[in-house]
């Protein structure tokens, strides 16, 4: 409300930022996407790269957090219910390739910018994502990367 009163829009973007993760962590991963979505159309209004980098990288740690609840739920269901799994793993896919491009765009402002440390969690996130798709090649390529 303090935000909106004051008229100050960097304020608000920073708030949507920091509610998304304060969702994020209590679970409501709906709410924290909206928040991301929110943040990251406000800082390309602002013309904050940086800004709009970190909202990729919010955004593809909740696909790639998503992905992972998925796949959590696949271990607990009834391993005879085949199409239910198949359901799940589809769904798990989904999240995972969601992320990679969010830590791919994360990833292209943050080498425009010669930030090396970010580029190195950026490789280190799609690193991850691809070992968990089982996809080594491209995971050892962004160890290497990190490297």
């Given amino acids: 409300?303090?935000?909106r009163e004051l008229d100050d829009f960097s304020?608000?973007?920073?708030?949507?930022c920091n509610l998304g993760i304060a969702y994020m962590k209590l679970g409501l991963f709906k709410l924290a996407g909206r928040c991301f979505v929110q943040y990251l159309d406000n800082s390309r209004v602002l013309q904050d790269e940086m800004g709009t980098a970190y909202a990729c990288s919010n955004l593809g740690v909740l696909a790639k957090t998503m992905g992972l609840q998925e796949y959590q739920?696949?271990?607990g269901d009834d391993?005879?219910?085949?199409?239910?799994?198949?359901?799940g793993m589809q769904k798990f896919k989904?999240?995972?390739d969601k992320a990679i491009s969010y830590f791919e765009q994360h990833l292209e402002i943050v080498?425009?910018?010669s930030d090396?440390?970010?580029?190195?969690?950026?490789?280190?996130?799609?690193a991850s994502c691809y070992e968990m798709?089982?996809?080594?090649i491209q995971a050892i390529f962004c160890h290497k990367k990190r490297l």
């Fill in 79 to 87: 391993r005879n219910t085949k199409s239910k799994n198949n359901t």
């Fill in 1 to 3: 409300a303090f935000c």
């Fill in 111 to 113: 080498e425009r910018h």
């Fill in 11 to 16: 304020g608000l973007t920073m708030a949507e």
């Fill in 73 to 75: 739920k696949m271990e």
């Fill in 94 to 96: 989904e999240h995972l």
């Fill in 133 to 136: 798709l089982h996809q080594y």
């Fill in 116 to 126: 090396l440390e970010k580029q190195a969690r950026a490789y280190a996130n799609l």
